[in-house]
């Protein structure tokens, strides 16, 4: 990126949540905390130290396929980041000591996300969506895992998965590509091999109804279904389908649930995709005398997009934005750091932007009015945390059968 003076570099390793035997659960994010607690010849102070007096950032994220480890700084200190990163990723302390402390963070990250309803509402929505797979776990492991979790276990995790064979380097900005990748071999000091894990894909089943009762002042509200998986051709119909139902705030929930009746602050819908499942879900705050209502109108929408489709001028809508999305991320060296780290990991390859484009623009009314169908014929489960109990919800459950 030859307008910037910053570069981001970033380690993808292809191991997250979902690939954690059921008792090392939150082993993948108890790692993303310890990395940058230190080195064998730097300290995490030291870290953080080097990483101020130039104004860099680092940082790191879990997710269910992956873990992510990044610094952004300037390009003048690219030797620096690669530095840092380098010796995290090849030779990390793994101190009992710090295990221990992080072990403490981590149990009070646990607390803090349990203490948040809508927090609470999206991971109960998870484990009902796939009940009893380690898709349907939380990234953070649960309190009694994280709590049995030693230093030899995350050194045994850490020496499996953290291999160059299950890694990705991403880098974006004011650098070149054959010098980054020689200043990265020479730092080299990890074990060879390694693999990309072995994964099962989750069964059929799902749990229809999950209610967590709460004296909360709010509702918090998730109702999807299961979708597709990240390789299958109808994602392209199926992002421009999330922007109408709920993707944008020119979409239909956003204007028929807050524009037009006020019945809620936040609604909106989300897609995810994994190597073998996807789910669309629809995330609702609204008071609870207003639930009942909020749902027949997600339930009607979604009913709607099956029966009659969207609109041309709703299709040129979510083209348009998603267009401009994508090509407005360009312009940022994190993000198109991101497209290329997550890309690579995930697909083998990095699309042009111009095929990106190509995908969006080659999607039809027919398409998505297709995959509308798809989506209300799948079983729907819903989650919802508030004052009140599951047999608030008895009209509901059958209308979230698969037809």
Known sequence: MADVRSVAV???????????????????????????KGTETRSAAAIAEALDEVGGDCNAFTTKEYTTFYVRLLSEHLALGLDILSEIMWGPALRPSDVDAERSVILDEILMHSDEPADLAAEQWQSSLFPGHALGRDTLGTASTVAGLTAPDIRRFFAHHYRPDNMVVSVAGDCGHAAVAADLQRRFTGQPGGSAPNRQAPGDDIRPLHVVR??????????????????????????VLNHVLGGGLSSRLFQKVREERGLAYSVWSERAAYQDAGSLAVVVGTAPEHVDEVLRIVIGELELLAEHGITEREL??????????????GEDSGARMSRLGASMLLHGEVRTIDQVLASIE?????????????????PRTMSAVGPFDEDAFTDL?????AR
């Open 397 to 401: 459950v059958p209308a979230m059968a």
């Open 214 to 239: 709460r004296p909360t002042e709010q509702a918090h509200l998730v109702y999807g279904v299961r979708s597709v998986s990240r390789f299958s051709e109808r994602r392209w119909a199926l992002s």
């Open 362 to 378: 080659a999607v039809d009314s027919a398409q998505v009015l297709a995959e509308a169908g798809y989506l209300v014929q799948a």
């Open 10 to 36: 970033s380690f993808w390793v292809g191991t997250g949540s979902r690939d954690e035997p059921d008792e090392l659960a939150g082993a993948s994010h108890f790692l993303e905390h310890l990395l940058f």
């Open 316 to 329: 040129a809508v979510a083209k348009g934005n998603l267009r401009a999305e994508l090509l407005l991320s």
